[in-house]
Structure formats: structure tokens, C-alpha cells
Nanobody, 125 residues
Framework: VQLQASGGGLVQAGGSLRLSCTASGRTLNSYDMGWFRQVPGKEREFVSAINWDGGRVYYADFVKGRFTISRANSKNTMYLQMNSLKPEDTAVYYC???????????????????WGKGTQVTVSS
């Protein structure tokens, strides 16, 4: 599956952005999906994940209560609503997918099958 992330941009601290990740090539019904982010000089880190039907969601502690992940399989799209943004949220955000994952597992940077090109999020203070 090919993934394309969009929706990044420049926003002031306290603002909001909504990222989208649209898939092509296959439907997403059998994929777990997730968002990761990376800043220069650091490893890519987990932000949030959602299982294939949206029934299970996971968040990194540093985004709990501020970010919301969702998906619309009928549109082959996953979203990340980011509220109360902080300057430390500045990063390139990547979406990823994992096909036919074992039940109960969580997508990670290590087990993801497909990656989209990142979208830059910059939060000014």
C-alpha cells in the first residue's frame, strides 16, 4: 500500500492541525496504522496507533489528551487531530501501516510494512 501524509504546517503554540494519511493501492481494512514523528538527530518515535477497525487506539504519554487518532476505511484515510500544540511537537510526522497484524499487537516503527513521506509540523512559541 502507498501512503501519503498531508496537513502539516506552521501553527502557533496552542493551535491545532489535522493530519491525514491517504492510502492507495489497497484498501486499509486489514491494516493497523499509526503516526510517528522525527526531529533531526533523533530516532523516529511513536505518537499514536489505531487498529484495523478503529476499536483500539494507543497514544504516547506526551500526546494523551491533546491528540486524537481516527480512521475512515471507506475513504482509505487515517487522521490525527492535534490540539493544544506545543513547540516540542515540532517534527516531521509520518504515517505507517502494518498488514494483517497479529490480534492484540500494536504497530511500531520496527514492524510497520509501509511508510508515507512525512509532513512537517512546526509549532512556534
Amino acid at each position: 500500500v502507498q501512503l501519503q501524509a498531508s496537513g502539516g504546517g506552521l501553527v502557533q503554540a496552542g493551535g491545532s492541525l489535522r493530519l491525514s494519511c491517504t492510502a492507495s493501492g489497497r484498501t486499509l481494512n486489514s491494516y493497523d496504522m499509526g503516526w510517528f514523528r522525527q526531529v533531526p538527530g533523533k530516532e523516529r518515535e511513536f505518537v499514536s496507533a489505531i487498529n484495523w477497525d478503529g476499536g483500539r487506539v494507543y497514544y504516547a504519554d506526551f500526546v494523551k489528551g491533546r491528540f486524537t487518532i481516527s480512521r475512515a476505511n471507506s475513504k482509505n484515510t487515517m487522521y490525527l487531530q492535534m490540539n493544544s500544540l506545543k513547540p516540542e511537537d515540532t517534527a516531521v510526522y509520518y504515517c505507517a501501516a502494518r498488514r494483517d497484524p497479529p490480534w492484540g499487537s500494536v504497530i511500531t516503527a520496527a514492524n510497520a510494512d509501509s511508510w508515507g513521506k512525512g509532513t512537517q509540523v512546526t509549532v512556534s512559541s
